[in-house]
């Protein structure tokens, strides 16, 4: 983008506004970065989608709330100043709302990480095959917790390898399943799920000991002795193999429109801040790899 853009802006801010040199200094500082993310020489062609990017960017580089809610406020003022100038006919930071504590994104597993998780149930007991039947799952589709523990037979078609969910909304989805998966699921069903069941009949696919279907917190407890044994030491919840699934499949070339379907997001937003971890991830390859990195 034109440098002088910025400079009328600043001149603007000192001038006009009556703004201290200091606050005028920590406005273009942040504006420069914000330009250097974007990468794009006409603001015309800055969208809302850029704008929520560059702050999910923000977020996933651990910066205070304070300091991305003064960036925001920069990006905010220098597009107004662009519309009342005549050089823009939109503002895209108007339905962006300001930062008022980040939702981080909890740390994706590493394939090896994940690989050791699954391998920790006990296969020769009904729990254990049931607990390596929700885990595989859970990375294969990417499900919220809540989702996965409310799971009715009706819902799974092993022979076609896909579920259909019901996720925030009321919105149906469908997703594929994968082998793995689907084999921990059939042999859960053909031993475990009966034993545990005894003489009860019932729709849901995962069942507690006490014969009802599992709760969150059940699993939740579950994965936490699972991650004990594993020797892994972050701290796992069932909503990191969801992040797992998505981060693992953006690094292996998915598409971001099919990943955000799978993952029920109505937003594609939402669905970025993957690419963001998937960049960074890379960025780091780069620099441990690359000779002149």
Do not use: C
Not at 55 to 64: A, C, H, N, R
Not at 87 to 93: F, R
Request: proline residues 3%.
């Amino acid at each position: 983008m034109d440098d002088g853009l910025l400079k009328r802006y600043l001149d603007y801010l000192t001038i006009e506004k009556g703004l201290s040199q200091n606050t005028v200094e920590s406005y273009e500082r942040d504006l420069r970065r914000y330009l250097a993310f974007l990468k794009t020489s006409d603001p015309v062609d800055i969208s809302r989608s850029d704008i929520v990017s560059f702050m999910t960017f923000l977020s996933s580089s651990g910066i205070s709330t304070p300091s991305a809610a003064r960036s925001l406020a920069a990006i905010r003022g220098f597009h107004k100043f662009l519309m009342t100038d005549g050089i823009v006919k939109k503002d895209p930071t108007i339905t962006i709302e300001t930062p008022r504590g980040w939702k981080r994104l909890p740390k994706a597993l590493s394939s090896m990480d994940v690989e050791s998780l699954l391998n920790q149930p006990d296969m020769s007991a009904p729990i254990g095959q049931r607990d390596k039947a929700m885990l595989e799952l859970l990375y294969a589709t990417g499900l919220r917790v809540s989702e996965l523990v409310g799971l009715k037979l009706s819902q799974i078609n092993l022979e076609r390898g896909f579920l259909s969910v019901m996720g925030k909304g009321s919105k149906e989805r469908l997703v594929p399943i994968g082998e793995s998966a689907i084999d921990a699921i059939r042999d859960y069903i053909s031993t475990s799920r009966r034993k545990m069941l005894g003489n009860r009949e019932s729709d849901v696919l995962f069942i507690s000991s006490q014969r009802r279907g599992i709760t969150r917190q059940m699993f939740w407890e579950r994965i936490k002795l699972y991650t004990k044994k594993a020797g892994i030491r972050s701290n796992i919840t069932p909503h990191t193999l969801r992040h797992s699934f998505a981060t693992h499949l953006l690094d292996h070339g998915a598409d971001l429109r099919a990943v955000q379907a799978m993952l029920g997001h109505s937003d594609i937003s939402t669905t970025q801040i993957y690419t963001h971890v998937s960049r960074e991830r890379l960025r780091k390859i780069h620099e441990k790899y690359h000779p002149r990195g």
